[in-house]
């Protein structure tokens, strides 16, 4: 079997860092064939057809595994952060409520904004297809999911059950969890207070989360978040009409009760305040199509139907600051 002269892997290492691995593996082949034909063949195989494949085969192998695998080696760890970047930028986007249900993402769009390969962006975006937070169509690409009725309620089902188990399963707060729980509450109380209602729909989601990280157990955080995030996609679905103030006061109920140390009292609060806010969403209205047209056009929007062209009608709702 034919081992790759250490000279031209050193040299092919080298060049590794200034040319793409596509054209230094194109180069490969070209070479391997050459030394094949020209060379190696006729010191060590006599013409022979087998062996000249194998040589060939050996070469351009041998050749390939040093030029890649290292290369692959060094970038794992930075297309892993970036593919993590994008997930996390686009979650965050839902939780503030800046992406909304149904909104297209491009992939070379993507891919421009994050400046990396659509490779990358279509490896980030299947990741958030396992969490039910995307959803790819045919020859239309992909989109923000927007959840059914039936999955409104499964989504709040599963939200009380792990919630109010996580709450119930405390047995203490860390040292600094008093403190955390109050600086949010401010941070709250202050986006009240100012009119920031993409802040406040942030913060509004962000409070479970918050408890979930003093459990110290990434996995139900993880799992919160994503959860979250698709609660965050049913407010804005089917536009909840849970005030900003009444969340805030249930928030400081939970927050009282889990400082005080009597954390089934916390879950029950827990699982109350979720109730009163799925109890805010009208499941039976279906989603305008025409929504942001109508804003962009700045129609008139009530709580009224009116139909489209085919004679189907569709509600108009007021914006309202989503809650979780």
Not at 171 to 195: C, V
Not at 249 to 260: P, R, T
Request: charged share 25%; hydrophobic share 40%; aromatic share 6%.
């Amino acid at each position: 079997m034919m081992i790759l002269p250490s000279s031209i892997r050193e040299r092919f290492t080298c060049w590794r860092r200034i040319f793409p691995i596509e054209e230094l593996l194109t180069l490969a082949a070209m070479l391997a064939k050459w030394a094949i034909q020209d060379n190696f063949c006729n010191q060590a195989c006599s013409g022979s057809e087998n062996c000249r494949l194998d040589l060939w085969y050996t070469f351009t192998f041998d050749l390939g595994t040093t030029l890649a695998f290292p290369s692959c080696m060094q970038d794992s760890d930075i297309s892993s952060d970036k593919r993590a970047g994008i997930e996390e930028a686009i979650v965050s986007g839902i939780l503030s409520g800046r992406i909304k249900p149904g909104t297209r993402l491009g992939e070379s769009q993507l891919a421009t904004v994050f400046s990396v390969s659509r490779t990358r962006v279509r490896e980030a975006l299947m990741r958030l297809e396992a969490r039910c937070i995307v959803q790819v169509s045919p020859r239309r690409g992909w989109y923000v999911i927007e959840p059914s009725a039936e999955e409104a309620m499964m989504v709040y089902g599963a939200r009380r059950a792990l919630e109010s188990g996580l709450v119930r399963s405390l047995t203490a707060l860390p040292p600094d969890g008093a403190a955390i729980l109050e600086t949010h509450l401010d941070q709250e109380r202050a986006a009240i207070a100012s009119g920031d209602r993409q802040r406040l729909t942030y913060l509004m989601g962000d409070f479970h989360i918050r408890i979930a990280e003093l459990s110290g157990n990434t996995v139900l955080v993880d799992i919160l978040r994503d959860l979250t995030a698709r609660t965050m996609l049913i407010s804005l679905q089917y536009q909840s009409d849970y005030h900003a103030r009444q969340s805030h006061k249930g928030h400081c109920g939970i927050a009282a009760a889990l400082v005080a140390g009597d954390f089934t009292r916390a879950a029950e609060l827990s699982i109350e305040h979720l109730d009163e806010v799925e109890a805010g969403l009208d499941l039976t209205v279906r989603p305008d199509p025409l929504a942001d047209l109508r804003h962009s056009l700045s129609m008139p929007t009530s709580r009224n139907v009116n139909p489209d062209a085919s004679g189907t009608t569709f509600p108009t709702t007021t914006r309202r600051t989503t809650e979780c």
